[in-house]
């Protein structure tokens, strides 16, 4: 079990090993704002006692980075607190929280917190959650730095590179970048990360292009930055966009 981290001023991140998981926790003089709340009820409670450990501000606000059991199950501990979450991520988890479309602010007393949505990746509901102050991003499954990044049956793998592009655009090169699960990152790695998701997106749009089908498609074996068998359902979602490839046209031959 991993302890707090203070990657800024009143600014934490801990690690657990269930799921490889990452919370945030940023405190202010008006109360302290929670991200994510762990996969049961009883991490919950877990991770409430652990709060302690890091403030004695209560938690007054708690921010869902998107509908995932992982990052969500674990609300009804705080009873006491807020619950904010993008209006997709709400709908997808059923969820009982205030709920915003594309950008919020969340005053702390001293400092405020941002809560962005950029478009979709991970999910359809996924927010990025912004400490100015101290140039932290916490930035749920858009990054992951422990595993690949999972694209799972509510994914959107054309459209999640140019998502990542709009976080990168408000890194600096001095960020702190906490990922839905693994250890802390900088804009480099998230850099990197796009890009590769760029390879699969562009791959998957290539063969459609040429008019592979959505079986060969899955056993295409060259381009990709992951191994196949992770990438699966990535293909399956982008050929559901892209809909039946067209055989390619073959250009009429003239008279020799």
Request: hydrophobic letters at 40%; aromatic letters at 8%; one cysteine or more.
């Amino acid at each position: 079990m991993s302890e707090w981290v203070e990657v800024g001023d009143r600014c934490w991140v801990r690690r657990y090993d269930e799921w490889d998981l990452n919370v945030g926790l940023v405190a202010g003089t008006d109360g302290a704002l929670l991200i994510d709340t762990r996969a049961t009820t009883e991490q919950a409670e877990e991770l409430r006692d652990h709060v302690r450990e890091a403030t004695d501000v209560p938690v007054r606000w708690v921010v869902n980075t998107h509908a995932h059991f992982d990052h969500v199950v674990g609300n009804s501990v705080f009873d006491q607190a807020e619950v904010i979450a993008h209006e997709n991520t709400a709908a997808a988890a059923k969820l009982t929280a205030t709920t915003f479309s594309v950008a919020k602010v969340v005053d702390l007393g001293d400092r405020r917190v941002e809560l962005l949505h950029l478009g979709n990746g991970h999910t359809d509901g996924d927010v990025v959650v912004v400490v100015p102050d101290v140039d932290v991003f916490f930035v749920g499954d858009l990054v992951e730095e422990s595993a690949p990044p999972s694209y799972g049956d509510d994914s959107f793998p054309l459209e999640w590179p140019e998502t990542l592009d709009r976080v990168i655009g408000l890194l600096s090169d001095t960020a702190k970048v906490v990922p839905g699960h693994g250890a802390v990152v900088d804009a480099e790695f998230v850099r990197t990360q796009a890009g590769d998701l760029g390879t699969v997106a562009n791959t998957i749009s290539g063969l459609h292009y040429a008019g592979t089908s959505l079986d060969d498609a899955l056993k295409h074996t060259d381009d990709w930055p992951w191994p196949l068998e992770k990438l699966q359902v990535a293909i399956k979602r982008g050929y559901e966009v892209l809909g039946t490839p067209r055989r390619p046209t073959l250009p009429l031959l003239g008279p020799s």
